[in-house]
């Protein structure tokens, strides 16, 4: 349920559907609630691995354990189109103008938003993918990394790999981008600025001293979360790393009363607005330059499930959250746990160090700051089929 930040501000209420359990609860301004949820497939026995916006059309889009790609249309979460991926766990996908990409460990797919299947490409070059991305100044290629020691550079009009870069670093965990540099992180700790044409290695910041959790950029500003070693053991850093990208040096670190797994930049109402969200559910909306209010965390009903994947929409008024968990033995929940390769929390791997398995289950959780959002400011108008 939603809980309301302390610290004053304007009071607004959403006026929410009657089956929410946020109907007409008074936020701060600015704040997020629940607006809808739903199961990711039907059969609640494979959890939600990632989760993408489209940004033309007013669609969500979902992967989970089994490789099914399920899209949802409007704020409502309507199902809109079902298709199977691959034989494993989606780990990223990613929306162009005509087609829905989807990264499985060692193969792309690409398919229509219908679902009609476009091509898939597979390569020696690809060994344990995590995360694509593509840059604005060369739409018609992508960049694929993970926890390998390359990034694959592939041209999707061709469907052939236009560049092979070899890392100095252990691997390329998480890709983002601004009109200056492509930034990598991986899992000791580092997030790496490289030159957007050639990929090279520009300069190396040190963040954590485990693994990145998640990291954003906007602006000249770059924050990331983490991970630090003790007692012998990973554990999530209670605060927020924040970079100035004009001097390339550390501002005043966030603390939390969280550990954070995710953070992202919130622009709609500043460009310094942020949210952090934990693995528990517990999510934080916050000014980066006014950190006077005292944060309360707005926790999420998951029912007790962990938060593993997430993503905001381009109109930046709603968060999408996928949960996931299973059931070892009698009234014990354990995270899907899918290779930890050095990160301190479940990372997209093989599901081979889990056993007994009795349930995985799969939501999607849509939170939002208004009561009719739009995912797209101008969207493009969404194919449906003829009615019979």
């Not at 560049?163 to 965990?173: Q, T, W």
Request: charged share 20%.
């Amino acid at each position: 349920m939603f809980e309301p930040q302390a610290g004053g501000g304007d009071q607004v209420v959403m006026d929410l559907p009657t089956d929410n359990p946020n109907t007409a609860v008074p936020i701060p301004e600015g704040g997020f609630a629940l607006l809808s949820h739903t199961a990711q497939n039907a059969s609640l026995t494979n959890a939600v691995t990632a989760l993408s916006f489209d940004p033309y059309e007013e669609l969500l889009w979902s992967g989970n354990t089994a490789s099914r790609v399920v899209s949802f249309f409007g704020t409502q979460l309507d199902k809109y189109t079902a298709f199977i991926s691959a034989q494993t766990d989606i780990r990223s996908l990613l929306i162009t103008e005509s087609m829905v990409l989807s990264l499985t460990a060692q193969r792309l797919k690409a398919n229509r938003r219908q679902g009609i299947p476009l091509f898939s490409h597979s390569s020696e070059h690809m060994t344990d993918l995590t995360c694509m991305h593509r840059l604005a100044d060369a739409p018609h290629t992508i960049l694929l990394g993970g926890d390998q020691s390359k990034i694959v550079q592939l041209d999707l009009e061709t469907q052939k790999e236009a560049r092979i870069v070899h890392l100095k670093r252990k691997n390329c965990l998480a890709l983002r981008s601004n009109q200056k540099f492509l930034f990598s992180a991986d899992s000791d700790g580092n997030v790496t600025l490289r030159h957007l044409s050639t990929i090279d290695a520009i300069h190396a910041l040190q963040a954590h001293q485990g693994a990145i959790a998640d990291f954003d950029v906007y602006g000249n500003k770059l924050i990331t979360c983490g991970y630090s070693p003790r007692m012998g053991t990973l554990t999530g850093d209670r605060f927020l790393m924040v970079y100035d990208l004009r001097t390339l040096r550390s501002l005043p670190l966030v603390p939390l009363p969280i550990a954070p797994s995710f953070c992202r930049f919130l622009p709609s109402y500043s460009d310094s607005r942020i949210m952090v969200a934990s693995q528990a559910g517990e999510l934080i909306v916050m000014d980066l330059n006014d950190q006077t209010g005292q944060q309360i965390p707005i926790q999420l009903d998951t029912s007790g499930f962990a938060i593993f994947s997430l993503d905001i929409s381009p109109s930046r008024q709603c968060i999408a959250f996928g949960d996931q968990t299973v059931t070892r033995g009698a009234g014990e929940k354990t995270l899907v746990v899918r290779g930890q390769n050095e990160l301190g929390k479940p990372v997209k791997g093989s599901l081979s160090t889990i056993t007994q398995i009795i349930l995985a289950l799969g939501f999607i959780h849509l939170f939002s700051d208004r009561a009719q959002p739009v995912f797209n400011e101008n969207a493009w108008e969404t194919e449906f089929p003829d009615p019979v």
